[in-house]
């Protein structure tokens, strides 16, 4: 992946042209079906994604049914913040439902400029946090938004 190409996304706006490189070096594209699973919930979160094109469908996994709970529409929005916090796994699984163009950046390559950097580890991760504000306010407004359901599956 091009510095400039990364650059260009509203996440890395800002970052020391030292630290684009680093991230840019081992990143790449990856282009995707509509169906085609970007993450699987609970596995190990090797990666940060990143929305080029496309949209993406955040589904949990409860019992044995996958709800859908966002769609993510926006290029330069985040997927895969597990990268950043422990335990390192997926919270969810993210399927394309439209093609997408991604990209992947390895959190190794954060955790190298985060052990240089301390303060840009923290304005990143800044960063990571207000994503996941925006996501959960967009879910909790499509909740409130959602009909209400009686104890028995009812309308109130």
Do not use: K, N
């Not at 699973?37 to 979160?45: F, S």
């Not at 990268?83 to 992947?104: D, M, Q």
């Amino acid at each position: 992946m091009e510095v400039a190409q990364l650059a260009r996304l509203p996440f890395f706006g800002g970052i020391p042209p030292w630290a684009l490189v680093r991230l840019a070096e081992p990143a790449g594209e990856e282009e995707l079906p509509p169906g085609g699973t970007v993450v699987h919930q609970y596995d190990r979160a090797r990666a940060a994604h990143f929305l080029l094109a496309g949209s993406v469908q955040i589904l949990l996994r409860v019992g044995d049914e996958d709800l859908l709970v966002a769609t993510m529409s926006d290029p330069g929005e985040l997927i895969g913040w597990s990268a950043f916090r422990p335990p390192y796994r997926y919270t969810a699984s993210v399927r394309c439902e439209t093609a997408c163009r991604l990209l992947r950046v390895p959190a190794a390559a954060f955790e190298g400029v985060f052990a240089q950097d301390p303060a840009l580890a923290y304005q990143i991760l800044q960063r990571v946090a207000a994503s996941l504000a925006t996501r959960l306010e967009h879910a909790r407004a499509r909740l409130l938004a959602a009909p209400r359901q009686g104890p028995v599956g009812e309308a109130r």
